[in-house]
């Protein structure tokens, strides 16, 4: 493997890198480490942060918030 290629995941979703998520998922009981893309989960906190009725301005916002903490933590 090249040092600049990316590893493939444990579940093999999605590559190892700066655009996944590496998170929890609670299971039929058992946590279970989920890789996603940087986007998907962005887009899956964001349906369940924002209000239905949000305007456009707030989703893109929040979307803004939701990469910032995601990436710093």
Sequence with gaps: ?????PRAAAQG???IGADV???GVLR???YEVVSLPLEVYVA???AGEAAP???PASLE???I???TYTATN
């Excluded at 493997?1 to 290629?5: D, S, V």
């Design 1 to 5: 493997m090249r040092a600049n290629q």
């Design 13 to 15: 979703s999605a590559p």
């Design 21 to 23: 998520v590496r998170i």
């Design 28 to 30: 039929n009981g058992h």
């Design 44 to 46: 899956r906190v964001l």
């Design 53 to 55: 009725d949000s305007p």
């Design 61 to 63: 916002s929040l979307a």
């Design 65 to 67: 918030a939701i990469r």
